[in-house]
Every structure is written in structure tokens, then in C-alpha cells.
């Protein structure tokens, strides 16, 4: 079946702009995660929806970036007034509850801010 | 606070040999273990988890892992190891408390597996 899909897979910005990164999960998938990996490093954890609501948003490094899940399925990370510290690799994953559930990785959205 | 590591940065082995990537971790409570790995420009690919039952845990490609609570390690194995296995390895934490399921990563362990 289908797994995690992310768009873009490439976005190049200017710094102070505005940009949006969208997951597509595993349907039927109830969970779903948001990570950023930077150069060299392990993911970091930024925000977790169980269905429509964000049940853990403590990864989230400040409040220019901020998430949305509407209809439990698809999930957009917008980032306002991007920073050249923004650029990353945004992982997203998904999993079928939020418990012992394998997450499964998006191939991910690499964001560069010049 | 959690945490995982990932003491080396780069494992070397000859195809063939058998090969070990360490990981330890630092829970507050008892812990659900992952491993990752991950090729050049791909997401993470599910290896194998711990849960709970027999510490010793069977995952995709003849990876194993055993979980040593005494030593809190989770220790990625494979008896025999190929070219392709070549990759960036990846060992995830979750804490089994709380209603969130956020994977706290190590750094990464890149193997080079040579011909």
C-alpha cells in the first residue's frame, strides 16, 4: 500500500518568508508526528496529533511555527518568518495509535532559507 | 530528562563478519526501543522495536537487538553483514508513560560495510 507522502520534497525560500510542508499519512493512520532533522543529527520531535488535535506540541522551537491537521488525515507545518537556522530536513511519520505503533517515515521536505 | 546515544559515529566491517551498533538510553521509566535506518536522500525505515517479552528481538533484513535493562542497552546485530547494509542507523527511545507518542533519537551511527 501507499506509505507517507510528503510535498514539496525540495523548497528553497528567502529569509522572512512564509512557507507550508504537507504529510500525507498511511490511511487510516490516527497518528501522526512531525520531526526536523538538521545536518548530521539525529530527528528532533516537534509536534503529535492524535486525530484532529495536537495532543503534544512541546517540540515546537517557537511560536513561528505552527501546525494543522482539520479532517485527522492530512497535516500542514507552516513556518512564518523563515530563518536561515530554519533550514532542514521535515520528517513526517505516522503511526496507527499512538501506544507500541510502528511510525513510519515520510521520505521528507528539505527546506533551505537562504 | 530522556535520552539516547549512540557512542560510535561510524562502524567499520568486512562483508561477512558480524557486526554491532551500540545504543543506550535514559528513561525515567521502562522504555519501548526502535531502530532506524536510513539510506542517502530516504526517509527512516523501520528495522525492529522492543516492547516487552523476550529481550532478544527479531527485525527486517536479519537484523536483530537485545535489550539489556541492567546495562539499559539496545545493542542493533546481524551475523552476517552485506555491502548494502551499508547505511546511517538510527536507535529511538520512547518513554511507555505519558499520552504522547514522541521517539527521542541518537545522533546516528553510519556502517560502512566493505567488500
Known amino acids: 500500500g501507499a506509505g507517507v507522502s510528503q510535498t514539496p520534497s525540495n523548497k528553497v525560500t528567502e529569509k522572512g518568508k512564509y512557507v507550508e510542508l504537507r504529510c500525507d499519512p498511511i490511511?487510516?493512520?490516527?497518528?501522526l508526528y512531525w520531526y526536523r532533522q538538521s545536518l548530521g543529527q539525529g530527528p528532533e520531535f516537534l509536534i503529535y496529533?492524535?486525530?484532529?488535535?495536537?495532543?503534544?506540541d512541546s517540540g515546537l522551537p517557537n511560536d513561528r511555527f505552527f501546525a494543522v491537521r482539520p479532517e485527522g488525515s492530512v497535516s500542514t507545518l507552516k513556518i512564518q518568518r523563515t530563518e536561515r537556522g530554519d533550514s532542514a530536513v521535515y520528517l513526517c511519520?505516522?503511526?496507527?495509535?499512538?501506544?507500541?505503533?510502528?511510525?513510519?517515515f515520510g521520505p521528507g521536505t528539505r527546506l533551505t532559507v537562504l | 530528562a530522556q535520552s539516547v546515544a549512540q557512542p560510535e559515529d561510524q562502524v567499520n566491517v568486512a562483508e561477512g563478519n558480524p557486526l554491532t551498533v551500540k545504543c543506550t538510553y535514559s528513561?525515567?521509566?521502562?522504555?519501548?526501543l526502535f531502530w532506524y535506518v536510513q539510506y542517502p536522500n530516504r526517509g527512516l525505515q523501520f528495522l525492529l522495536k522492543?516492547?516487552?517479552?523476550?529481550?532478544l528481538v527479531k527485525g527486517s533484513y536479519g537484523f536483530e537487538a537485545e535489550f539489556n535493562k541492567s546495562q539499559t542497552s539496545f545493542h542493533l546485530k546481524k551475523p552476517s553483514a552485506l555491502v548494502s547494509d551499508s547505511a546511517l542507523y538510527f536507535c529511538?527511545?520512547?518513554?511507555?508513560?505519558?499520552?504522547?507518542?514522541?521517539?527521542?533519537f541518537g545522533q546516528g551511527t553510519t556502517l560502512q560495510v566493505k567488500p
Open positions: 528513561v525515567s521509566g521502562n522504555p519501548y
Open positions: 490511511s487510516g493512520h490516527t497518528a
Open positions: 496529533f492524535q486525530g484532529t488535535g495536537a495532543a503534544d
Open positions: 529511538a527511545v520512547r518513554d511507555r508513560a505519558g499520552n504522547t507518542g514522541k521517539l527521542i
Open positions: 522492543y516492547i516487552t517479552g523476550d529481550n
Open positions: 511519520a505516522s503511526s496507527l495509535d499512538y501506544g507500541t505503533d510502528t511510525q513510519y
